[in-house]
C-alpha cells in the first residue's frame, strides 16, 4: 500500500512542528507496543540510524503511521526544499531521505517514482558496501526482525515468523544459483542445536513469488526458488548445530519488497 504524500507532509509537519529539531523529535517519537511487533523492529532499526530498515518502511508499509515515522527519521527534523529537478539530482546523488520523499510523492507508475524507488536503492546499498566482497550484503550483521534459538524436537513445529521478504541487494552475489531482491543484512539469525532430524526452512505468501537463502555454519549459501509454485523451501537432511543466517527474497531482484511467513521445521514442508 503507498502512502498518500498529502498525508505523509501533514503529519510530518506535525511532528516536526510539536518537536523542533532533530534530537527533539528523535525523542518524541514513542515505541507501537503490540501494534505490529516486526515492523516495530523495523522501526526501532530506522530511528537508531539505519537507513535501509527505513526504507523498507515506506515502501512496504500496509500502515501509514510506520511509513510516517520511517519518513520522519529519515529527515530527522530537515525540510527537503528545492524544485523537483534538483531533489531527483539529489536523490541520485545518494540522498535516500530525499529519494523517499519523492517515492511517497510520484504518481504510481510514473518515471518519478522509478528513479526516486532506484535512487533509494542505491543510498541504502552500495557496492562495495556490507561485507567488503562487493556485494554491498553483509551476512554477520544484525538480522533485521532478530535471532531465533532452536533445539532438536522443538514445539510448536513449524516455527512460523512474520517479515518482510525483499531489499536492496542481488542475492546472485552470494552464490551461484541464488535469486532475488534480499536485504543487505539477514533477516534472522538461527541459532540451532541439531537432533536428528532434518532441518526444513521455507516462506510462503499470498501472491508473492518468494526466494531463499540459508547460510549454514560450514558457510555454504543454500538457495531455493519454487519448491512449491512460487515458494522456496532448504532442507538439510543431516544439519550441524550453529549459526543459520536466513534471507528471504522477493524474485526479480533488488527493490522488490512483501510481507512473508518464515517456517522452521524438523517435518516435512506445510505450505498453506
Do not use: K
Not at 549459501?221 to 532448504?234: F, I, K, M
Request: charge should be negative; include cysteine; proline fraction near 6%.
Amino acid at each position: 500500500m503507498r502512502v498518500r504524500p498529502l498525508l505523509v507532509a501533514a503529519t510530518t509537519a506535525l511532528l516536526l512542528a510539536a518537536c523542533g529539531g532533530a534530537d527533539d523529535v528523535a525523542r518524541s517519537l514513542e515505541p507501537l507496543p503490540g501494534l505490529d511487533p516486526y515492523l516495530d523492529r523495523l522501526l526501532a532499526q530506522c530511528e537508531d540510524g539505519d537507513a535501509e530498515s527505513c526504507a523498507r518502511l515506506v515502501l512496504e508499509d500496509g500502515d501509514a503511521v510506520y511509513a510516517e515515522r520511517a519518513l520522519a527519521a529519515l529527515r530527522g527534523g530537515s525540510d527537503v526544499g528545492g524544485d523537483e529537478g534538483s531533489r531527483l539530482a539529489a536523490c541520485e546523488a545518494g540522498d535516500v531521505e530525499v529519494c523517499a520523499e519523492l517515492y511517497l510523492e510520484a504518481p504510481v507508475g510514473s518515471e518519478l517514482e522509478q528513479r526516486a524507488l532506484d535512487g533509494m536503492l542505491g543510498g541504502i546499498a552500495p557496492g562495495g558496501a556490507g561485507g567488503g566482497d562487493g556485494s554491498g550484503i553483509d551476512p554477520d550483521g544484525e538480522a533485521f526482525f532478530g535471532d531465533v534459538v532452536l533445539e532438536g524436537g522443538f514445539a510448536p513445529d513449524p516455527y512460523l515468523l512474520d517479515l518482510t521478504a525483499g531489499g536492496a541487494a542481488d542475492a546472485a552475489d552470494l552464490a551461484i544459483g541464488c535469486a532475488g531482491g534480499i536485504g543487505t543484512r539477514p533477516d534472522v539469525r538461527l541459532e540451532f542445536t541439531a537432533g536428528a532430524l532434518p532441518l526444513n526452512i521455507y516462506a510462503y505468501a499470498d501472491g508473492e513469488d518468494l526466494t531463499l537463502v540459508v547460510r549454514d555454519p560450514s558457510g555454504r549459501y543454500r538457495c531455493d526458488d519454487d519448491t512449491e509454485g512460487l515458494w522456496p523451501a532448504v532442507t538439510i537432511d543431516r544439519p550441524a548445530s550453529g549459526t543459520y543466517e536466513i534471507w528471504v527474497g522477493v524474485f526479480g531482484g533488488p527493490g522488490g519488497y512483501g510481507r512473508a511467513v518464515l517456517a522452521i521445521s524438523e517435518l516435512d514442508p506445510a505450505f498453506p
